[in-house]
């Protein structure tokens, strides 16, 4: 697996949760673009749906399963869902995937 | 946002995910989306919502939380199901007084909550299974809201089929309290907005379909028709009689059929009148434009010849390029995608949810006949020397009857789906069209048309307010099936009559119009009646209004 891979699956993720946002809300599949915290678009149900889709995601299209949250949902969300971009590392990280390849 | 519908989702769990899914999905009809606060049990029916100012109220609730004794034998306990269907019946009460102040009530059925496989072998036993117990809940509540046509239980099965093992998310459920996974939520709200367009008359009417490829395999100039892949023993055969049969049962709920095929007409009818495994023959389509010509503009001519709008109009075909040319040309005809794969047509067209009805009438079930007994009409029309001549030869009689029980519900589709002769385009649903009508200075008929081919059953509709000197004409609607045979003439007639009993002094109408209503204003300004203002028209009444020659009038209602 590639960090290739890891990018395409957390577009993928923001495909499908872009299709429960008004369109002028929706979140541009780019690195740069914040997620969580100040100015970011997702409030605390957005993460949680993020979250179990990026899930169910890593386990169809990945096929490893990971749970991507421990205790306190806010906090490690504002950490590792910061961006699009800090998604992909994140992920990359709990996956094994290395990030400068 | 005049054109998104009001939605107010209730639920006794997080349905957040449900309404963002209905609120932003580009398909018509939008919706404008209101959730209230989670809430349990009676209480969440109950309360003080503004169900009046809403299209479509959709509450979602859990059976464990409806019903204790559900819960207690979820947890293991022996229960006497008689407990839970009282419990049943108090929720079915709740939700009657919620149905009374709400247009439309949308319940998704109940299913077994997330991982619970049902006890295996007890699932079904008496007193101990709670799968068993469920079904008879589930059965008790259809049964209790049977009588009210405002109230429609949704089942929610298919969605959890569809969602397969994502029907639960465990993350969704302890982190959000929303039990369901996306994927259920996002068939719910496509189911949701189905509904709202069945109630609201939207369902399409008319399916076209193509020939080659489509109802049979093959291609007819090619092999003639002994060589089509239709029925015997090939897996592609079969799912073309198969396709046959599904759409064959569309027609037993009002959808009419229609062809538009690239091919030479002649040949092609007797393909389909010939080819022993045939489901549908000639005689099952209500028109067909079989010919060389663009498909667009040929859908556009059936549909025109059916009296039809091409908002009523699916377009089924194999090709792409013709599916592509027909949705560019034709936004409002529904385009569905259509599998490669012969083997998946039946399903694909199963799948449709667009010619969903709250309710089957008997003028559903009769409309491919009434269509092929208009065809016939009509070449009357063409070979009768006069207008005249032809109406008198119609033996056309008009039955003028009260609302009642027994029509509610096709006087309310008929003022719901009728588009060209309304005058004022006025929707509502039965239960408030039945309200409207109670009221003292209302009064509401419906007519009953039939002539030598066809009785084409309850296909008109007249409503009055009446104020002071004047009576109003509130609804003027008459079916396109009947329209251009002096039915039309009879309802006035019948008007006139009526108000002059009640020594009025005028009689109005105000023609509001739509995009699709010119044919009501064409009537009204040849109709009589004089122009009072630029829509608005009127008959003193001290002047009776000319009964129409061709029409016997049977007016068994009170004065």
């Known amino acids: 697996m590639e960090l290739q891979d890891v990018r395409r699956t957390v577009f993928r993720a923001i495909d499908e949760l872009n299709e429960q946002r008004p369109p002028a809300e929706r979140i541009a599949p780019a690195d740069d673009v914040r997620l969580v915290g100040f100015d970011g678009g997702l409030d605390s149900l957005g993460i949680v749906n993020l979250v179990a889709i990026l899930e169910q995601r890593i386990e169809g299209d990945l096929h490893q399963s990971v749970s991507?949250?421990?205790?306190?949902?806010?906090?490690?969300?504002?950490?590792?869902?910061r961006t699009v971009g800090t998604t992909v590392s994140y992920l990359a990280s709990r996956l094994g995937v290395r990030v400068d390849a | 946002m005049p054109d998104h519908r009001a939605v107010l989702v209730l639920a006794d769990f997080n349905a957040a995910n449900l309404a963002s899914y209905l609120a932003n999905d580009a398909s018509a009809p939008l919706v404008r989306v209101q959730v209230a606060p989670m809430m349990r049990g009676v209480g969440l029916a109950a309360g003080h919502v503004d169900a009046a100012a809403l299209d479509t109220v959709v509450l979602w609730t859990q059976p464990q939380h409806i019903s204790h004794a559900f819960a207690r034998l979820l947890a293991g306990d022996e229960v006497d199901p008689a407990g839970a269907l009282d419990e049943v019946d108090a929720w079915a009460s709740a939700l009657e007084a919620l149905a009374a102040r709400a247009r439309t009530v949308l319940l998704p059925s109940w299913v077994m909550p997330h991982a619970h496989r049902g006890f295996g072998l007890l699932g079904m036993r008496d007193h101990l299974g709670p799968v068993n117990l469920l079904m008879r809940m589930t059965l008790r509540l259809a049964e209790r809201l049977a009588p009210h046509d405002n109230i429609f239980i949704?089942?929610?099965?298919?969605?959890?089929?569809?969602?397969?093992?994502?029907?639960?998310?465990?993350?969704?459920?302890?982190?959000?309290?929303?039990?369901?996974?996306?994927?259920?939520?996002?068939?719910?709200?496509?189911?949701?907005?189905?509904?709202?367009?069945?109630?609201?008359?939207?369902?399409?009417?008319?399916?076209?379909?193509?020939?080659?490829?489509?109802?049979?395999?093959?291609?007819?100039?090619?092999?003639?028709?002994?060589?089509?892949?239709?029925?015997?023993?090939?897996?592609?055969?079969?799912?073309?009689?198969?396709?046959?049969?599904?759409?064959?049962s569309l027609t037993k709920r009002g959808v009419i059929l229609g062809i538009v095929s690239k091919n030479d007409e002649g040949p092609a009818l007797a393909a389909i009148d010939r080819h022993p495994e045939m489901v549908l023959r000639a005689a099952d389509f209500a028109g067909w434009r079989i010919n060389w010509e663009d498909k667009a503009h040929n859908v556009t001519a059936l549909t025109a010849e059916l009296n039809l709008g091409l908002r009523s109009v699916v377009f089924i075909d194999d090709n792409p390029i013709e599916r592509d040319r027909v949705r560019q040309a034709l936004p409002e005809v529904l385009v569905p995608d259509w599998p490669a794969n012969p083997l998946l047509y039946p399903n694909a067209l199963a799948r449709l949810d667009c010619f969903d009805l709250p309710a089957i009438t008997l003028e559903d079930r009769g409309r491919q006949r009434a269509y092929r007994a208009r065809a016939a009409r009509q070449r009357t029309r063409d070979t009768a020397p006069s207008l005249d001549r032809w109406l008198s030869?119609?033996?056309?009689?008009?039955?003028?009857?009260?609302?009642?029980?027994?029509?509610?519900?096709?006087?309310?589709?008929?003022?719901?789906?009728?588009?060209?002769m309304n005058l004022t385009t006025r929707r509502l649903a039965a239960a408030e069209l039945r309200s409207w009508a109670s009221l003292p200075q209302h009064k509401l008929w419906a007519f009953r048309v039939s002539d030598k081919f066809e009785d084409a059953g309850l296909t008109g509709l007249l409503s009055l307010a009446l104020a002071g000197q004047d009576a109003r004409i509130?609804?003027?609607?008459?079916?396109?099936?009947?329209?251009?045979?002096?039915?039309?003439?009879?309802?006035?007639?019948?008007?006139?009559?009526?108000?002059?009993?009640?020594?009025?002094?005028?009689?109005?109408?105000?023609?509001?119009?739509?995009?699709?209503?010119?044919?009501?204003?064409?009537?009204?300004?040849?109709?009589?009646?004089?122009?009072?203002?630029?829509?608005?028209?009127?008959?003193?009444?001290?002047?009776?209004?000319?009964?129409?020659?061709?029409?016997?009038?049977q007016t068994l209602v009170e004065r």
């Not at chain 2, 949704?154 to 996306?182: C, I, T």
């Not at chain 2, 008359?201 to 109802?215: A, F, K």
């Not at chain 2, 119609?394 to 309310?412: H, K, M, P």
């Not at chain 2, 122009?531 to 016997?552: Q, S």
């Open chain 2, 393 to 420: 030869g119609l033996g056309i009689t008009v039955r003028v009857e009260e609302l009642s029980d027994a029509n509610l519900l096709r006087v309310a589709q008929l003022l719901n789906k009728t588009n060209q």
């Open chain 1, 68 to 81: 991507l949250i421990d205790d306190d949902v806010l906090a490690d969300a504002s950490r590792h869902f």
């Open chain 2, 474 to 553: 509130v609804d003027f609607v008459l079916s396109c099936r009947v329209i251009g045979r002096e039915v039309e003439d009879a309802m006035l007639w019948h008007a006139v009559d009526y108000a002059r009993g009640r020594g009025m002094a005028r009689l109005l109408a105000e023609y509001v119009p739509t995009d699709r209503n010119s044919p009501c204003l064409r009537f009204f300004e040849r109709s009589g009646f004089e122009r009072l203002d630029h829509g608005l028209f009127g008959w003193n009444v001290g002047v009776p209004f000319g009964a129409p020659r061709h029409v016997t009038v």
């Open chain 2, 154 to 248: 949704l089942d929610s099965q298919p969605w959890m089929q569809e969602a397969g093992g994502d029907a639960y998310n465990a993350r969704l459920w302890h982190l959000a309290k929303v039990p369901f996974g996306n994927a259920v939520f996002k068939a719910a709200a496509r189911a949701v907005k189905a509904a709202i367009s069945a109630v609201a008359g939207e369902s399409r009417r008319l399916v076209i379909v193509d020939l080659d490829n489509t109802l049979w395999g093959g291609v007819l100039g090619d092999e003639g028709w002994q060589g089509l892949r239709l029925g015997g023993h090939d897996a592609q055969g079969e799912a073309h009689v198969e396709f046959q049969r599904e759409l064959q």
